[in-house]
């Protein structure tokens, strides 16, 4: 009987299609602000990797955000990120929740080349580098001290000695990363680098990222990080939250630096689709950029008072799955170092605010320097270079179509986007070793970096040649 009942209920959905066909028939009882969107395909399919900044994706399902828009979308985790790549290019997903690097690296052929853009970022700030208990041991007599707590942000120069003791015995100081393009990998050398420890360069015959490293960087999928530190494989590693806290409550590593003493306001992930879906289905491109700009907010809004609901989301199987204790540490505004050394951190995972959703070139151009840096781009390219494939991948003018829809709605502030940008962001100084970035001068940018290649320099074989 309570299975016949049930079967008489219209669903949600059932609900909503009645409702836009009542609209299409009754136009005057449309209100005057809202576009209603005919969106060209509305059931979706998203990947995505468990991880706490996957949370605009889960928010904009559980809060029916999507089904606002006319679509009915399947969240599903994806084994790692090359997977995760491999099935928005094939079309298998709709779209996902990727590392900034994938769409870029992809549109200029390094690894995989297919044309992915984005019409939104997800969140800045959200990564951490943590090392084995042990290797902070050995930290911290280079580290100075205040009040019996080490003196943050830690430099990569505290760690210096110690690889140069695992050298100087012939031992590899290995450290993970979660991809060769992800911002891990990118910070996790910049960190090093500005400390004078070599991360390793890549050459078109050697895809290792090794060449002349002092640390030799390798790839582990995020969740799989804390057992593999646990287990000697490696002694460090950068990853995205909750595995940096992870460690912390395992009690297996201390995490030493978080990724915004790196780069202050730094962004993390973005939406991918491929450019074809983004031509092909413009509408419903627009609706779901709708539904995570409104996500984005929900996240931030009111000094991040919803976060302990989103911390309960995301601690779902289907989402996350980890402890919510542990996702709350630093989905709340404090960050654990070292056990009980936990410290007030407002601005780790920011989702909205600081214009976080808008993709900004210059965020592409960032990412283009460090793969020019390490060799992942073998040979030198002129500015306009850059500024012509970061405007390939990132789509302002999508955002703020979008944006446009949802202040006329009534359901954002005019105030919260930024109208006048022309897709760059001001330079700043911002990073651990403060050298200035200006993205529209990329070249300058790397002359002024101490380890890396510049100018026409190129890696043959084990040596860097060139000028």
Do not use: C
């Not at 959905?13 to 136009?27: D, E, K, W, Y």
């Not at 973005?270 to 779901?288: D, I, R, S, W």
């Not at 991040?304 to 309960?312: G, I, Q, S, W």
Request: glycine share 8%.
């Amino acid at each position: 009987m309570t299975k016949r009942i049930a079967s008489l209920i219209p669903n949600r959905r059932t609900l909503l299609l009645a409702g836009a066909a009542f609209l299409a028939l009754h136009p005057a009882s449309i209100d005057a602000r809202a576009e209603i969107l005919a969106v060209e395909k509305d059931e979706l399919k998203f990947g995505f990797i468990k991880l706490t900044d996957m949370a605009p994706l889960a928010v904009a399902k559980e809060l029916g955000y999507f089904e606002d828009e006319g679509l009915y979308v399947t969240l599903e985790p994806q084994a790692n990120w090359k997977v995760l790549l491999d099935r928005v290019i094939t079309g298998e997903l709709d779209g996902a929740h990727m590392l900034a690097g994938q769409p870029i690296a992809a549109t200029i052929g390094f690894g995989t080349k297919a044309d992915l853009v984005t019409p939104f970022s997800m969140d800045l700030n959200g990564n951490g580098i943590t090392v084995s208990n042990a290797v902070w041991e050995m930290m911290k007599p280079n580290i100075p001290m205040e009040g019996g707590k080490p003196v943050h942000p830690i430099k990569a120069d505290a760690l210096k000695p110690v690889v140069e003791k695992f050298k100087a015995e012939g031992k590899p100081f290995n450290m993970g990363m979660v991809f060769p393009v992800s911002t891990h990998n990118y910070e996790l050398r910049y960190w090093l680098a500005s400390g004078g420890i070599h991360p390793g360069y890549y050459s078109p015959t050697d895809v290792s990222g090794q060449i002349k490293a002092d640390a030799l960087l390798s790839v582990t999928p995020p969740p799989q990080m804390p057992a593999t530190l646990e287990a000697g494989t490696i002694l460090g590693y950068s990853v995205g939250e909750p595995w940096n806290q992870a460690a912390v409550f395992k009690g297996i590593g201390v995490p030493v630096i978080t990724d915004y003493e790196i780069w202050k306001n730094n962004p993390e992930k973005v939406f991918g689709l491929t450019k074809e879906f983004t031509e092909t289905y413009p509408n419903t491109t627009l609706a779901l950029t709708k539904a995570l700009i409104r996500a984005a907010m929900w996240l931030d809004e009111n000094d991040n008072a919803n976060r302990l609901e989103a911390v309960k989301m995301l601690a779902k199987p289907e989402y996350v799955g980890a402890d919510e204790a542990v996702i709350a540490n630093s989905m709340t505004g404090t960050f654990e170092y070292e056990k009980g050394d936990k410290r007030e951190v407002p601005d780790f995972n920011v989702f909205f605010r600081h214009f976080a959703t808008y993709p900004y070139q210059s965020d592409a151009v960032w990412y283009l320097t460090q793969m020019r840096r390490w060799g992942q781009i073998p040979e030198g390219r002129e500015d306009a270079w850059y500024a012509e494939m970061a405007a390939k991948v990132y789509k302002p003018d999508i955002y703020l179509k979008a944006a446009e829809m949802l202040v006329d709605e009534g359901k954002a502030a005019k105030a919260d986007f930024p109208w006048d940008s022309d897709g760059y962001r001001a330079p700043t100084a911002d990073f651990i070793d403060g050298v200035t970035y200006d993205g529209r001068k990329p070249n300058a940018y790397l002359d002024n970096l101490t380890i890396g290649l510049k100018g026409k320099q190129i890696v043959e074989g084990s040596e860097v040649v060139g000028g």
